[in-house]
T-cell receptor, first 114, second 112 residues
Framework: DTAVSQTPKYLVTQMGNDKSIKCEQN?????MYWYKQDSKKFLKIMFS???????INETVPNRFSPKSPDKAHLNLHINSLELGDSAVYFC?????????????FGSGTRLTVV | KQEVTQIPAALSVPEGENLVLNCSFT??????LQWFRQDPGKGLTSLLL?????REQTSGRLNASLDKSSGRSTLYIAASQPGDSATYLC???????????FGKGTTLSVSS
């Protein structure tokens, strides 16, 4: 059983389109995150949710909107996609904000905007 | 704002060598620090988690140490193998901000 699963694994789309990436965790964690890994492989936090409540919202364009329907799911919707949005997006989860047992990451979604 | 630096950025060694990867961070007020490895085109695999009250953690050939007061952590890999080739990432969890902040990683290549 995959602990943190993301779909799709690959996403190729045209500029201006709207797309969503889904994330589900079966670890019973109450906190979930979205990270972006750019072309230089640098990982940067985008959002975090604790018990479905938005906790961290870094400087991310308004075109990115996370949605957490329940503690096990955190989806990322992106409007009006731009070339610069091309990156690998990672979902992660932890138990509690202090994460005594560490973060668990999904395998990533490679988004390519053409 | 937490900044994480990993040195060296890249490292190439022959099989069997012992090696040390360094991580430094600017804000010592952390809950814990986690080391990950990332294989090309893959996700992140957690290697070790050190709580702020701990000095080191060991898992097999890996040993991670933490000196919170000086803002440093090291990952020691004993008897390196070609399968250890990957990018190693260090990530402290701040008490303020409450999300892992990553360094840019050390890319390790172990040749047989």
């Amino acid at each position: 059983d995959t602990a943190v699963s993301q779909t799709p694994k690959y996403l190729v789309t045209q500029m201006g389109n709207d797309k969503s990436i889904k994330c589900e965790q079966n670890l019973g964690h109450d906190t979930m995150y979205w990270y972006k890994q750019d072309s230089k492989k640098f990982l940067k936090i985008m959002f975090s949710y604790n018990n479905k409540e938005l906790i961290i919202n870094e400087t991310v364009p308004n075109r990115f909107s996370p949605k957490s329907p329940d503690k096990a799911h955190l989806n990322l919707h992106i409007n009006s996609l731009e070339l610069g949005d091309s990156a690998v997006y990672f979902c992660a989860s932890s138990q509690g904000m202090t994460s005594n047992y560490g973060y668990t990451f999904g395998s990533g979604t490679r988004l390519t905007v053409v | 704002k937490q900044e994480v630096t990993q040195i060296p950025a890249a490292l190439s060694v022959p099989e069997g060598e012992n090696l040390v990867l360094n991580c430094s961070f600017t804000d010592s007020a952390i809950y814990n620090l986690q080391w990950f490895r990332q294989d090309p085109g893959k996700g992140l695999t957690s290697l070790l988690l050190i709580q702020s009250s701990q000095r080191e953690q060991t898992s097999g050939r890996l040993n991670a140490s933490l000196d919170k007061s000086s803002g440093r952590s090291t990952l020691y890999i004993a008897a390196s193998q070609p399968g250890d080739s990957a990018t190693y990432l260090c990530a402290p969890l701040n008490q303020a901000g409450t999300a892992l902040i990553f360094g840019k990683g050390t890319t390790l290549s172990v040749s047989s």
